[in-house]
Every structure is written in structure tokens, then in C-alpha cells.
């Protein structure tokens, strides 16, 4: 009966902190990234993203609306390998100032294939606009249970877009 228990418990921590199919590939261990195009990390061991919102740093499990077309597969994502802590925010001013919007480092790989044709990802966009609804009436919105493709394994890398390959 323990080993049972034991046995549920590794299958349920398998699946937590994977990294999304649109994060960088080579990489191990890392817990952050940062997307400059948008402005926002994301945690690869919560499947969040963090993004300012007024004046508050939030954690949700999409993107704010105002990015429901954004392509985070073809976005550039900073592999944050040298931060260590809950709050990558901390730093955001010279995160911002380092990798501007629009920046580009080495080429990277995705760990998956975006399997939609177009970069618009229609059904990610449906999402974002619902739960967008559900942050403004109710102040939440954290439903894993609608999945925007954030759910992969972990990846490795330095702050500068690029690391320990393994």
C-alpha cells in the first residue's frame, strides 16, 4: 500500500515544471525565462507567466490580452539560468534595458513544432480573451485546466539567450 502511494506521487511530480514546446531546446535546470517582446517572464516550474499589471506583478497561466496574437514560438525567450529565487521581477529594469523589445540573441530551437500554420494560434487567442474577462470580474483566472501550451520540461541557459548545452 505505500509503495502505492509512494508510486502516485512521482507520476503526479513528473508533470510539474516541465517546460512549454515553445521554449528554447538544450537547455536544463533553468526555472525562468524572459520574453522581451512582451515584457513578462515565465516560470517554467509553475507553467505561469509573470507580467506587470497596474502597478502588481501577477502570475497567471497566459498572457494578457493585449498579446493574444503574440507567437511564442517564433518570440525570442532570454533563458534566465543565473537567477535563483521567486521574484525574476526584481531585476526587471535591467532585464528591459539588456533585452529590449524586438531583441534577438543566438538562434534557438524550439523543444516542440508549433503545429498551427498560422502565427495567430487561434485557440490560444480564445483563451487569453476569456480568462482576461475572468481577471477583470473576479480578480482570478488561474484554470489550469485550460492549457495554452505552457506544459513541457526544463530547459538550461544563461541570462544572455544561450548556455550549457547538454
Known amino acids: 500500500m505505500l509503495a502505492g502511494a509512494v508510486q502516485s506521487q512521482v507520476s503526479v511530480n513528473v508533470n510539474i515544471g516541465t517546460p512549454p514546446a515553445w521554449g528554447p531546446s538544450g537547455y536544463n535546470d533553468v526555472r525562468y525565462y524572459y520574453l522581451p517582446d512582451v515584457e513578462a517572464y515565465y516560470d517554467v516550474q509553475t507553467s505561469m507567466f509573470i507580467y506587470i499589471s ?33 521574484a525574476p521581477y526584481s531585476y526587471y529594469r535591467q532585464h528591459r534595458a539588456k533585452y529590449a523589445k524586438g531583441y534577438r540573441g543566438h538562434e534557438q530551437r524550439n523543444i516542440g513544432e508549433n503545429r498551427q500554420r498560422n502565427n495567430n494560434q487561434h485557440s490560444q487567442r480564445a483563451i487569453v480573451n476569456q480568462h482576461s474577462t475572468n481577471d477583470r470580474n473576479h480578480g482570478s483566472g488561474n484554470n489550469k485546466s485550460q492549457n495554452r501550451g505552457n506544459n513541457q520540461k526544463q530547459n538550461k541557459g544563461n541570462d544572455n539567450g544561450h548556455g550549457n548545452r547538454k
Do not use: A
Open 54 to 86: 497596474g502597478n502588481h506583478w501577477i502570475r497567471r497561466t497566459y498572457l494578457p490580452s493585449r498579446y493574444r496574437n503574440y507567437d511564442l514560438y517564433n518570440g525570442y525567450k532570454v533563458v534566465m539560468n543565473d537567477y535563483r529565487g521567486n
